[in-house]
């Protein structure tokens, strides 16, 4: 899909510019536009962006390969913008990075993504609500496109959060194997938003404190703004990185302390019965000969003292044992 918006002093603003007339409005003075190819092949946009924009070939293969970092090139007359936007997928924890490419001209902002970004058409959809918007340039344009992007960072955050702090609760009452996976996706998730805020981080730096021919000097502040923003959120990841690493260590000890008491258990039991499997042991051995009158071990004395041993060795031993505190 290519959309094109054009907002002309004359005309005002038009969301569905003829294509065959994008070469003429770059032309005129006065008009603003912004082309979004959205899923497009690279044989309908290689032509209009070589052609009609005359951007350099190593700019448009960069933008149609769709394998960049975040990162920005000073061709001169334009700039060549590589931004991630980011998809959450709460279910299975993936973190999805949708590259955007951004062309920037004095007049004219081109954007091109593989995939829909909801913060780019919020973007588009403020612009015709607003038309202040589109009224400072497209290095204005360029402002608002970024920080709707970044804006939506700060959602999936609060959620990765909050599901780290449900994760907490859960170790100390069932921690199960799925406990374990599922801290080790959000430890990927993490990772890959680090990947993304970090490089992001520095093109807006860049931004906003290199002197580019196409970014006006006022608008320079509020690309300082949306990076005073990553600057957070960069933080923001390393923290709940470490909180992702501390629960893996808690779950470690609850699974250890578990398995300790269960194994004093199974020590406790095993101490009290030896005892007892040493006396009924020792009298049922038929190791007594016929050279002398035993009858007297299968009578009932015998027997009561016998039982009186069983009962009350095990329980002296465990009474011992309490004193000590070893159970």
């Given at each position: 899909?290519?959309?094109?918006?054009?907002?002309s002093?004359?005309?005002?603003?038009?969301?569905?510019?003829?294509?065959e007339r994008l070469?003429?409005?770059?032309?005129?003075?006065?008009?603003?536009?912004?082309?979004?190819?959205?899923?497009?092949?690279?044989?309908?946009?290689?032509?209009?962006l070589?052609?009609?924009f005359?951007?350099h070939?190593?700019?448009?293969?960069?933008?149609?390969q769709?394998?960049?970092?975040?990162?920005?090139?000073?061709?001169?007359?334009y700039l060549?913008i590589?931004?991630?936007?980011?998809?959450?997928s709460?279910?299975n924890?993936q973190l999805?990075?949708?590259?955007?490419?951004?062309?920037?001209?004095?007049n004219?902002?081109?954007?091109?993504h593989?995939?829909?970004?909801?913060?780019?058409?919020?973007?588009?959809?403020?612009?015709?609500r607003?038309?202040?918007?589109?009224?400072?340039?497209?290095d204005?344009?360029?402002?608002?496109?970024?920080?709707?992007v970044?804006?939506?960072?700060?959602?999936?955050?609060?959620?990765?959060?909050?599901?780290?702090?449900?994760?907490?609760?859960r170790?100390?009452?069932?921690?199960?194997?799925?406990t374990?996976?599922?801290?080790?996706?959000?430890?990927?998730?993490?990772?890959?938003?680090r990947?993304?805020?970090?490089p992001?981080?520095?093109?807006?730096?860049?931004?906003?404190?290199?002197?580019?021919r196409?970014?006006d000097?006022?608008?320079?502040?509020?690309?300082?703004?949306i990076y005073?923003?990553?600057?957070?959120?960069?933080?923001?990841?390393e923290?709940?990185?470490?909180?992702?690493?501390?629960?893996?260590?808690?779950?470690?000890?609850v699974?250890n302390?578990?398995?300790?008491e269960?194994?004093k258990?199974l020590?406790?039991?095993?101490?009290?019965?030896?005892?007892?499997?040493f006396?009924?042991?020792?009298?049922?051995?038929?190791?007594?000969?016929?050279?002398?009158?035993?009858?007297?071990?299968?009578?009932?004395?015998?027997?009561?003292?016998?039982?009186?041993?069983?009962?009350?060795?095990?329980?002296?031993?465990?009474?011992?044992?309490r004193?000590?505190?070893?159970?």
């Amino acid at each position: 899909m290519i959309r094109i918006l054009c907002a002309s002093e004359r005309t005002g603003i038009q969301t569905d510019y003829p294509l065959e007339r994008l070469g003429a409005a770059l032309k005129e003075h006065g008009n603003l536009i912004w082309v979004d190819f959205c899923g497009e092949s690279n044989e309908t946009c290689e032509p209009i962006l070589r052609q009609v924009f005359g951007f350099h070939p190593l700019a448009v293969e960069d933008a149609l390969q769709e394998t960049n970092l975040p990162k920005v090139d000073d061709w001169g007359d334009y700039l060549y913008i590589v931004i991630d936007a980011l998809d959450f997928s709460p279910k299975n924890g993936q973190l999805r990075q949708i590259e955007l490419d951004v062309f920037l001209g004095t007049n004219y902002m081109v954007t091109h993504h593989d995939l829909p970004i909801p913060a780019l058409d919020q973007t588009w959809e403020s612009c015709q609500r607003d038309t202040r918007h589109l009224q400072n340039g497209a290095d204005h344009l360029l402002y608002r496109l970024v920080d709707y992007v970044v804006a939506a960072y700060m959602p999936i955050v609060e959620q990765m959060d909050r599901e780290i702090d449900e994760i907490e609760d859960r170790l100390f009452v069932s921690p199960s194997p799925s406990t374990v996976e599922r801290l080790f996706e959000l430890k990927r998730a993490l990772l890959a938003m680090r990947r993304t805020i970090a490089p992001q981080r520095e093109v807006l730096n860049k931004l906003a404190r290199d002197d580019y021919r196409v970014i006006d000097r006022r608008d320079r502040i509020f690309f300082r703004d949306i990076y005073d923003a990553l600057v957070r959120l960069h933080d923001l990841n390393e923290s709940m990185r470490d909180l992702v690493s501390g629960a893996l260590d808690t779950y470690l000890s609850v699974i250890n302390n578990r398995m300790n008491e269960v194994m004093k258990t199974l020590t406790v039991i095993t101490t009290l019965f030896m005892p007892i499997s040493f006396v009924v042991g020792f009298f049922g051995m038929n190791f007594f000969g016929p050279v002398a009158d035993f009858a007297i071990w299968t009578d009932k004395p015998a027997f009561w003292i016998t039982l009186t041993i069983l009962i009350l060795l095990p329980s002296t031993m465990l009474v011992l044992m309490r004193h000590k505190m070893w159970v």
